[in-house]
């Protein structure tokens, strides 16, 4: 069975289509990534995955219950942790108060462990805490009664590096020991760091779900140049170089095509400097809004 089966969810407002007929499963044991630029409607499934808004179509099943079904939904809560993107805690509760409160609902055996990775000031009132302070709290709360399955709103927003860091790490072992996480972002970097799978939506709509390495394999990579004489576009552009953006002697492109051609094609001109790395998540997204995406939708 999967932890999470989305079918044909979609949630209007008005005109708009927050979410617009997305289908996908996530698996048992997986880590999951949700990838999309602010706006794409990340937030609108999890909201409706959590049961805190209905879908206008299509249903959805979260540890095998039907989000439409709300004595479903309920029992398989205490399997179940959630760090929404906006924390709603109460400002004038302490650290811990606010744990303790979690912890009469759900259970908390795993809270002092989780404490010793994730340290907000647990005797000060939430309303001081600063943004990394509140997302710590947050994460205590989603896995302190160890759940199942954890559904995370862009984790790691108002962590600092290091905490970021020790958040990926945690995740992976979690998984390891067979937590399901589905985790929403829109930076690629970090989903390719922790996830498995990826779905990448836009405008409400899924528009990939694949291995994160396929994904990037079939992404290309982003090049940067900067060359000794100016760039002569119709000399230097090969079809495999996509969004180019050329300023004098300096050309970026995400290239999908072969790497020794590029390497080849590259040695007929005096290089100041270079950098290849992996695409952003703009750049996916134009090539999957290119001709071969194109073809096949
Ligand atoms: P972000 O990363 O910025 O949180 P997101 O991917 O989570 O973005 P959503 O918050 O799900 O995106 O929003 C998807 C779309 O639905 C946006 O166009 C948003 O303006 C619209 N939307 C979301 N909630 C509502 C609402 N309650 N009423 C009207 N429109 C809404």
């Given at each position: 069975m999967a932890a999470i089966s989305?079918?044909?969810?979609?949630?209007r407002y008005g005109d708009v289509s927050a979410n617009d007929g997305i289908t996908l499963a996530v698996e048992e044991g997986e880590i999951f990534g949700y990838l999309g630029p602010n706006g794409a409607g990340k937030t609108t499934t999890i909201r409706q995955l959590l049961g805190l808004i209905k879908p206008t179509e299509g249903t959805a099943t979260v540890l095998g219950a039907d989000i439409r079904n709300r004595k479903a939904l309920t029992e398989v809560k205490a399997d179940l942790g959630y760090l929404p993107d906006e924390l709603g805690f109460d400002e004038r509760l302490t650290?811990?108060?606010a744990l303790d409160y979690f912890a009469r609902m759900r259970g908390d055996q795993r809270r002092e462990e989780l404490l010793e990775l994730f340290h907000p000031p647990l005797a000060k009132k939430i309303e001081t805490y600063s943004a990394g302070n509140r997302r710590m709290l947050g994460i205590v709360q989603a896995f302190m009664h160890d759940p199942e399955l954890v559904i995370m709103d862009e984790p790691t927003a108002g962590l600092d590096p290091l905490k970021q860091d020790r958040l990926h790490q945690f995740l992976a072992e979690e998984v390891a020991s067979g937590t399901t996480i589905f985790f929403s972002s829109h930076i690629l970097s970090e989903v390719q760091r922790v996830c498995d799978r990826v779905g990448i939506i836009r405008e409400g709509q899924l528009v990939a779900l694949e291995d994160i390495e396929k994904l990037l394999d079939r992404?290309?990579?982003?090049v940067w140049l900067h060359l000794r004489d100016d760039v002569v576009e119709n000399e230097f552009v090969t079809e495999e170089m996509i969004n180019v953006e050329i300023t004098d002697n300096a050309i970026q492109f995400t290239y999908t095509g072969d790497y020794n051609s590029?390497?080849?094609h590259l040695t007929s001109y005096a290089i100041d400097d270079i950098e290849i790395s992996n695409p952003q998540l703009d750049d996916i997204f134009k090539h999957y809004y290119s001709e071969e995406f194109t073809e096949e939708t």
């Open positions: 989305l079918e044909n969810l979609t949630k650290g811990n108060q992404s290309g990579k982003h590029l390497l080849s």
